[in-house]
């Protein structure tokens, strides 16, 4: 079981990323999803939410506006679309999978996201 982050980088602010997450020896669909962010000398926040079959979605205030969450079932990846980025959006993102029946909680190893001019 494996989630594995990636897209993450350093950008200019007002810049976009994306960020995947994909999934292997599970089926990603069984699960919610979540992004995580955690900057440093922080406690680690929720980013965003999706349902299994993706037609609801949740964001943290901080964010409602400029992210979108999505995922594609198909290819076991969910995705973090991040636009208008600002310098206090840099942190670690985590990719998180809860199943149906709250017993399997898994995550990714984490993608470092800095916003800076």
Do not use: H
């Not at 292997?24 to 680690?44: D, V």
Request: aromatic residues 10%; positive net charge.
């Amino acid at each position: 079981v494996q989630l594995v982050e990636s897209g993450g980088g350093l950008v200019q602010p007002g810049g976009s990323l994306r960020l995947s997450c994909a999934a292997s020896g599970f089926t990603l669909s069984t699960y919610r999803m979540r992004w995580y962010r955690q900057a440093p000398g922080k406690e680690r926040t929720m980013v965003a939410t999706i349902t299994r079959g993706g037609g609801t979605t949740d964001y943290a205030d901080s964010v409602k506006g400029r992210f979108t969450i999505s995922r594609d079932n198909a290819k076991n990846t969910v995705y973090l679309q991040m636009n208008s980025l600002k310098p206090e959006d840099t942190a670690v993102y985590y990719c998180n999978a809860l199943s149906i029946n709250g017993l399997n909680n898994y995550w990714g190893q984490g993608t470092q996201v800095t916003v800076a001019s």
